[in-house]
Nanobody, 124 residues
Framework: AQLVESGGGSVQAGGSLRVQCVAS?????????MSWFRQTREKEREGIAS???????YYADSVQGRFTIPQDIAKKTLYLQMNDLKPEDTGTYYC??????????????????WGQGTQVTVSP
């Protein structure tokens, strides 16, 4: 697999969690935009954060100010740091990659390479 997520879990509202996505050597060489999406009960798959090869980031309004998307190229790992979590953040979180530029907003049709997802549950 080119992208493998891990780090999901359960947390109480107001807490923090970090999920990660390990990329293959092929992914790192060929993809210039990495993004996080999530699938919640209320919404279709939503793009929430992206980062390009120049470390330029973009966030959806729903997570702006609470989530960040750092990456560690040496470890071939993309992270999603989630702070001040809310019950509505509950869902399955996916990382995705594309060779082109990062679209704004982050639209899932532009991405062809996906991880398997990791579950995040936020209790009230």
């Amino acid at each position: 697999a080119q992208l493998v997520e891990s780090g999901g879990g359960s947390v109480q509202a107001g807490g923090s969690l970090r999920v990660q996505c390990v990329a293959s050597e092929y992914a790192l060489s060929n993809y210039h935009c990495m993004s996080w999406f999530r699938q919640t009960r209320e919404k279709e798959r939503e793009g929430i954060a992206s980062i390009n090869e120049y470390d330029i980031t973009y966030y959806a309004d729903s997570v702006q100010g609470r989530f960040t998307i750092p990456q560690d190229i040496a470890k071939k790992t993309l992270y999603l740091q989630m702070n001040d979590l809310k019950p509505e953040d509950t869902g399955t979180y996916y990382c995705a990659a594309r060779s082109g530029q990062c679209p704004r907003p982050i639209i899932n049709d532009y991405f062809r390479t996906w991880g398997q997802g990791t579950q995040v549950t936020v209790s009230p």
